[in-house]
């Protein structure tokens, strides 16, 4: 790969990490809300322990968003959620992406039942998964393969921040345009990850190399 082109995309790679840090990952938790259940659940969801959080889903869930949540890989997920993404995402993600999922279904949960929707827990909900997904690339002990898996992170989060915020952070919706928002970042993650790769591989070759100096 080129230098003109690891020029152009190690300042992109910053500006993702620039963008993404100053939304979702700058959130704070919601506020306890004892007056309401989906308040109170997505509280619990992004500061308790996973079995606290799993015993505050109102006990109408099910009956009104279709699932029963579980607790899996020391997280509430949705069960039958998964990484909404217009190119492939890190398998170490899907975890996060199921309790992701699982927080949205909270918010639409509260809407259904003519709860109001706090802007606040969506920002959370976000953050939790940035700072999930980041966790999930420490298991790379290989340093081209862990920074492609945090370009991921990065890119997939700064996503998710875009679409929260043109929704307002209100209750999420399907958009069928959203996949083409998306695609300079999916062109971006795909070609820093390469970048990455590369540079990983080529180290490699290097130091197996034997010297050629008398």
Not at 33 to 58: F, N, Q
Not at 145 to 156: D, F, L, M, Y
């Amino acid at each position: 790969m080129s230098r003109n082109i690891s020029r152009t995309l190690i300042p992109v790679a910053a500006a993702i990490v620039a963008v993404t840090a100053t939304t979702g990952a700058a959130s704070t938790p919601p506020a306890t809300d004892t007056t309401s259940p989906t308040g109170a659940a997505v509280h619990a969801l992004v500061t308790e322990p996973p079995d606290a959080a799993a015993l505050s889903i109102p006990r109408d869930f099910a009956s009104v968003m279709g699932y029963r949540p579980r607790v899996r890989d020391a997280m509430v997920e949705n069960p039958w959620g998964d990484c909404s993404s217009p190119v492939p995402l890190p398998s170490e993600f899907d975890s996060a992406c199921k309790a992701h999922d699982l927080g949205y279904d909270l918010i639409r949960y509260a809407a259904a039942t003519d709860q109001p929707v706090d802007p606040q827990w969506r920002r959370a909900i976000d953050a939790q998964l940035e700072t999930r997904m980041h966790t999930a690339c420490v298991d790379r002990t290989d340093t081209g393969p862990r920074q492609a898996c945090e370009a991921s992170a990065s890119v997939a989060a700064m996503a998710v921040d875009i679409n929260s915020w043109r929704q307002s952070f209100g209750t999420p919706v399907s958009e069928p345009a959203l996949p083409w928002a998306l695609g300079g970042a999916s062109i971006t993650l795909a070609a820093l990850s390469a970048l990455l790769t590369v540079r990983c591989l080529r180290r490699r070759v290097h130091i197996g190399e034997p010297s050629t100096r008398r």
